[in-house]
């Protein structure tokens, strides 16, 4: 069990928004930096969020993230098919003294 | 441009030991502290170690803490895993990731170590 929250999977039609919640505690998400992955199928996974809300260049614009008290979201509009991967939050676990990530969501887009 | 290729993977059995490797190009290597994460089959990212540019900053993910070594040669612009008495829960595609100080700014493509009597 991941020691962050993720919902395994959100689903939408091709041009409308979709978010995906991470949910951790005070001890990572509540004060530390989260940064978000796209993994698409076969491939390594890819920044897409870091330091809770910028894009690193070359990533649009209709990726938007987030983070509240212990709960972090990345935000997609304009869906496309090729969006479809499986996500993954990460965030540093000052408990731990270590990384942890989210179990992961599979975004389908229908 | 950023390129990392990892290499030392292979089928090895319970209890046995691999090492693997990260060639790393393209930007300062000493600069940068680096990350091994890996992936189990059908599993999620799980990350596995961080070592600092100068060497002087190592940390390990409980689950491989006592078993595995980071370490680096900066004059070789690689970075290594020492992994000891592997398990078959090892099993995995290991990668290795550059540091953005608090995200994981580039990934090589992988390699497999797969832990099989």
């Known amino acids: 069990q991941s020691v962050l929250t993720q919902p395994p999977s959100v689903s939408a039609a091709p041009g409308q928004k979709v978010t995906i919640s991470c949910s951790g505690s005070s001890s990572n998400i509540g004060n530390n930096y989260v940064s978000w992955y796209q993994q698409l199928p076969g491939t390594a996974p890819k920044v897409l969020i870091y330091e809770n809300n910028k894009r690193p260049s070359g990533i649009p614009d209709r990726l938007s993230g987030s983070k509240s008290g212990t709960s972090a979201t990345l935000g997609i509009t304009g869906l496309q098919t090729g969006d479809e991967a499986d996500y993954y939050c990460a965030t540093w676990d000052s408990s731990l003294s270590g990384v942890v990530f989210g179990g992961g969501t599979k975004l389908t887009v229908l | 441009e950023v390129h990392l290729v990892e290499s030392g993977g292979g089928l090895v059995q319970p209890g046995g030991s691999l090492r693997l490797s990260c060639a790393a190009s393209?930007?300062?290597?000493?600069?940068?502290?680096m990350n091994w994460v890996r992936q189990a089959p059908g599993k999620g990212l799980e990350w596995l170690s961080y070592?600092?540019?100068?060497?002087?900053?190592?940390y390990y993910a409980d689950s491989v803490k006592g078993r595995f070594t980071i370490s680096r040669d900066n004059a070789k612009g690689s970075l290594y895993l020492q992994m000891n008495n592997l398990s078959a829960e090892d099993t995995a595609l290991y990668y290795c990731a550059t540091d953005g100080g608090s995200y994981f700014s580039s990934w090589g493509q992988g390699t497999q170590v797969t832990v099989s009597s």
């Open positions: 070592i600092s540019g100068g060497r002087s900053t190592i």
């Open positions: 393209g930007f300062t290597f000493s600069s940068y502290s």
